[in-house]
């Protein structure tokens, strides 16, 4: 075991599946020479060299689109999106090929490429490098999407990304890439050292690609939630002093229902908390799944916390954050103290 | 030049009750273009973007650098593969109009593109096709039968009814999975003969998109990243003149060359007459092999014209002049062929003939067959529960769910 944050945990995954299975490639802008903007890659092309981690041109619609390619010539292409903002000019290749190959071609072709995104705010980004594009992909069938909150399972997941047949979209919250964040940005920043999760085996391993898990276990309200937003929950049910079980989705697509039904059955209160907007959002899928599994024990209607529909501004940035004030203030309204 | 801005909308040069008129084509006679060496630098060759490579004259022979020396025999199984491809076309055309099928496209006029690059590529080579290649499919082994099923979405449909007629992809003949979206597949051929690079293997990626399409932003993407990489890759454009109703000058082509498309990034554009399946051949094999030694790709502009209806939901006569491809100035190819093997005696109208009730049996053999394995109304039927399947490598609880509903629902 070592201590890792959560570009270490990402690096020494893509590390360890580099070193296992050559057929495994990265390709990215900035990826190779420089290692990433977020440094995930620091190192890699020196180790493996320059046909296996690629720099790649500004044009994430031909990563993709070569990644596809490299995928249906019996590679396994890991495609970084420098941000999930960015990876929309790559959209068609997602939806219309990626995620259909498979389907169209009665499986005698497939591409198994991972796409990895940092996406989700809280680091100045503005409305370009700030956003929360999971629900756009979560509703496309045939590919998987992804987000871990912390290094353990940022690894072990990314692990099974890259060793799964199916396409999968792994977004990667950036503000908590070096520690947790409880959604208070005027406190010190915390590391992943104090956190248990912060501490990974450095070989090989992996985490189920379609497991939700209760991150704290409670009695009295279901939060659902993933990503950032799982470390502002657990602070905002603390703060409440609500014994409320903590569910991280982890994998949004294809989703584990049973988990989080399980626990709703149990708690009576489902509070669902995403930092991506609201209208259409991921979370109204997961309501609406919720609710038939668990209607007649509910106790109180479902409710979501998401970031305002607006763009994510630059300057109102802690005002658009689903903080621990908003998500706090929706677990005292549905426990019928609001 | 006028004092002011405008809007320039581009015209054809001819639209419906005009006579056509293709004098904005830029030909050239037949061996006029010279043949470069297999290194030769992008920047001494630039001028193959705006010539036009030729082989068979206006007497039907054989000339210049570019005559591939291919033997009689050779031109005439590529001359049955082209006459396949149209009588297949014919009857599959007839078919969807009689309702039996519910789409189709026809590669009419453009048969001895697909012919002659699939004769010049090896079977290891990895096509990414446009819907007008039928002819590749054929080529490369696979069965009209298997075609036809896959048109009628039958039981013994390659796609298990998941795509449109003629969509069609070939696992074991290389190649992919035909998309309905257009231009996508360029950046896969791309990926792949990156892959193929990366491995260290000297097979390379063939793909095809028609003028209209090099608009796409995937057509760029693939060339950008083709020229970075120096990928072992032919990137070939069919301009046959016409997308639907808009003519090749609102894909930019009024001003300069498909082919030249690739110069700015270095890479080298050959334009050749489209109609003309031994120039076509021969453009091919120098490309593959400059690809194979590492020269990394070439651009195709295949220069033809679009005889039939873009497809069976479209009427060309609503938007361009009825008889105009009778007046297209590089011909037909399977006459230009049939001519050439005549002139120098390995041909002769009888033998066309016979051929041609050959291939016509063949088809209606074909579609006797298929007809066995299921049409759109009578059965046998492919199970609706196969919807299902081939989503995800395995199938995940919320879709086997769906399933067990629908066939609840239809009650089977």
Redesign the interface.
Known sequence: MAQMNMVEAIRSALDVMLDKDPNVIILGEDVGYFGGVFRCTDGLQRKFGEHRVIDAPIAEGGIIGAAIGMGINGLRPVAEIQFADYIYPGFDQIVSELARIRYRSSGDFFSPVTIRTPCGGGIRGGQTHSQSPEAIFAHVTGIRSVMPSNPYDAKGLLISAIECDDPVVFFEPKRIYNGPFDGDPNKPAVSWASHPKGEVPQGYYTVPLDRAEIVVAGDELTIVTYGTLVHVAKAAAEEVGVRAEIIDVRSLSPLDVSTLANSVNKTGRCLIAHEATRFAGYGAELAARIQKECFYNLEAPISRIAGWDTPYPHAFEWQYFPGKKRVANGIRKIMGEG | MARKSRLHIPRPSARPGDKPDFSYLNLAPAGSVDKPALDARTRDIEHLSSGLVRVLDEKHQAVGPWNPGLDASQLQIALRWMLLNRIFDKRMWQIQRQGRISFYMEALGEEAVSVAQAMALRPGD?C?PSYRNQALFMYRGLKLVDMMCQCLSNTRD???G??LPV?Y?G?AANI??I?G?LA?Q???????????A??GEDHI?ASWVGDGSTAE??F???L??AA??QAPVILNIVNNQWAISTFQGFAGGERRSFAARGLGLGIPGIRVDGNDLLAIYAVTVWAAERARRGGGPTLIELVTYRAGAHSTSDDPSKYRPKDEYKAFPLGDPIERLKQHLISIGHWSESKHEQLEAELKAEVLAAWKEAQQYGTMTEGPFLDPASMF?????TT???LESQRRYMQEIEGS
């Open positions: 990895m990414f390659m796609c298990k998941r795509q969509m992809h696992k992919f999975s998309s979206n996508t360029y950046p896969h051929a791309v990926g792949w003969a990156m892959a193929s990366i491995k990626a932003a995937d760029h993407h693939a950008t990243f970075v990489y399947d081939d989503i995800y490598a995940p609880a919320h």
